[in-house]
């Protein structure tokens, strides 16, 4: 039997604990009968479990030699085995109304897969696997108890997924070992259909504030807003981006387009004044 050996420039680290495997596969238990997409599906550990779970399973991997592997070692996946890169992949075509998405999630882009699922949002009904241990707490993180680990992935993603951190995973069930622990998440698609805002310039506010962490919002602000920006003193801008709520920042973005969309209008009216 070939060997396949995890490759650095890909991020791998492949997941030889069973027993961590069967969790994984079952956190998507509720979902049965749904499309799952597995991304990164490796060596297969948890393709296995998933199948078991009797999932309408297809893999996504970009490995051609994992690829060879899981068309030799799993004949039930005969044409669902999808051999591109998942962050490429257009996923409203390929899933037309609802699926699901699990997988051992490389770390150094992780971050990007799970920004590809929101933009997915009304396809990818949950969302569960494995991440850097950090990365989770970022995702579950909530104010005021989650404040040190609140960030720009949580205030992007909670609004439109509950998340829950399920598990630590440590560093001995992988091959090779990461230098870091891993968790497992699960994100359940909530019933918001629209943040109330411009949902752009959410992402702007979001972002802009978490750059200068440590500041008050009138200062880590003053990117979007400028200097002249009367509302300085209003409550919300004594506080810290890690300790607004998802509605906070909801408020926080309304707040700015009220005052963009009236420096908007004063600056096309200015043009008239000297006719």
Not at 36 to 54: N, P, S, Y
Not at 199 to 212: A, C, D, G, H
Not at 214 to 226: A, H, I, T, Y
Request: proline fraction near 6%; charged fraction near 30%.
């Amino acid at each position: 039997m070939k060997i396949i050996r995890p490759k650095k420039a890909l991020g791998q680290h492949f997941l030889k604990d069973a027993g961590i495997a069967r969790r994984i596969a079952e956190t998507l238990s509720a979902y049965r009968g749904l499309p799952v997409l597995e991304v990164g599906a490796g060596t297969g550990m948890l393709t296995r479990f998933l199948l078991e779970e009797a999932h309408d399973l297809s893999v996504v991997e970009i490995d051609t030699e994992s690829v060879e592997h899981l068309r030799r070692h799993f004949p039930a996946l005969e044409g669902r085995i999808i051999a591109a890169d998942f962050l490429r992949l257009d996923l409203h075509t390929l899933y037309p109304s609802t699926c699901c998405i699990t997988g051992n999630y490389p770390y150094h882009i992780s971050s990007q897969i799970l920004f590809k699922v929101l933009d997915a949002r009304e396809q990818v009904v949950c969302c569960t696997g494995m991440v850097q241990k950090e990365v989770a707490e970022r995702l579950a993180a909530s104010p005021p108890a989650g404040r040190r680990t609140c960030g720009i992935i949580g205030a992007l993603i909670q609004p439109w997924y509950d998340v829950e951190y399920l598990f630590t995973v440590d560093e001995e069930a992988f091959d090779p070992p990461p230098k870091v622990k891993s968790a497992v998440i699960r994100m359940t698609r909530n019933d918001r259909k629209t943040l109330g805002c411009d949902e752009t310039l959410y992402r702007q506010v979001v972002k802009t504030s978490f750059n200068r962490r440590r500041k008050m919002l009138r200062n880590s602000m003053r990117p979007v807003l400028g200097t002249e920006f009367p509302g300085y003193d209003m409550p919300v801008f004594d506080k810290r981006p890690e300790q607004l709520s998802v509605e906070q920042f909801v408020e926080l973005t309304l707040i700015a387009e009220d005052f963009l969309e009236k420096e908007k209008r004063q600056a096309e009216k200015t043009p008239d004044s000297h006719d």
